[in-house]
């Protein structure tokens, strides 16, 4: 077996979901779905959908109101 191939590819996989942090995330979700109300069967379709379809990451904290220092010149800052 080549391990080395194996760890490519897996690191690829952990990239293209977001990196270990959404891994993180991810692993967050699974466990309250775990936990919550619902068959075997159900908590398995939520988790399917939920690893099928990864909320949208956020590597950033949201932006907060523009101040004078990155207002574009010549325009005037939000009120």
């Known amino acids: ?5 194996f760890a490519n ?13 959404a891994l993180k995330q991810d692993l967050d ?3 309250k779905i775990a936990k919550g109300k619902g068959s ?3 908590k398995a379709g939520k988790a399917t959908e939920a690893l099928k379809n990864p909320r949208p990451r956020q590597t950033e904290p949201p932006a907060g109101p523009a101040d004078a220092s990155t207002t574009p010149k010549g325009s005037a800052p939000p009120h």
């Open 1 to 5: 077996m080549n391990y080395k191939l």
């Open 9 to 21: 590819v897996a690191k690829k996989m952990v990239d293209k979901r977001g990196g270990t942090e």
């Open 29 to 31: 979700e699974l466990q």
């Open 40 to 42: 075997v069967a159900t």
